[in-house]
């Protein structure tokens, strides 16, 4: 089994659990705003991972949530790496703000 359709398999068993615990609504406000209350827990530890691992797994819950497989989230995340990595960006800078693309 290759790395992709292992997490694909991961996240499925994870949307599994995430169904069985909390029902299979969309929850798209709510899982939101879950996010941002684990965005304010990083700003206040930027290095505790177990806060980014929590923003990851609410993202793909969303995802899954909003009307996508967990293959189909799965492949998004790879489809948007390769995208990324073919896009211009400026230079790196020394300053805490968002990094943006160059315009296409």
Known sequence: MNWVD???LWAEA???WS?????????????CQHIESEL???RADPYDV???????L???????????????VTEAMIEKQ?????????PISKE?????HISD
């Not at 390769?82 to 400026?90: E, G, H, L, M, Y």
């Not at 805490?96 to 943006?100: A, D, V």
């Open 6 to 8: 292992g997490f694909a």
């Open 14 to 16: 994870k949307l599994a």
């Open 19 to 31: 169904y069985k615990t909390f029902g299979k609504a969309e929850r798209a406000e709510g899982v």
């Open 40 to 42: 304010a827990e990083i």
């Open 50 to 56: 177990e806060e980014w691992a929590d923003v990851i």
């Open 58 to 72: 609410l993202a793909i819950d969303g995802a899954c949530r909003s009307g996508n497989t967990p293959r189909m």
């Open 82 to 90: 390769k995208k990324n990595v073919a896009r211009n960006w400026p």
């Open 96 to 100: 805490n703000k968002p990094t943006f």
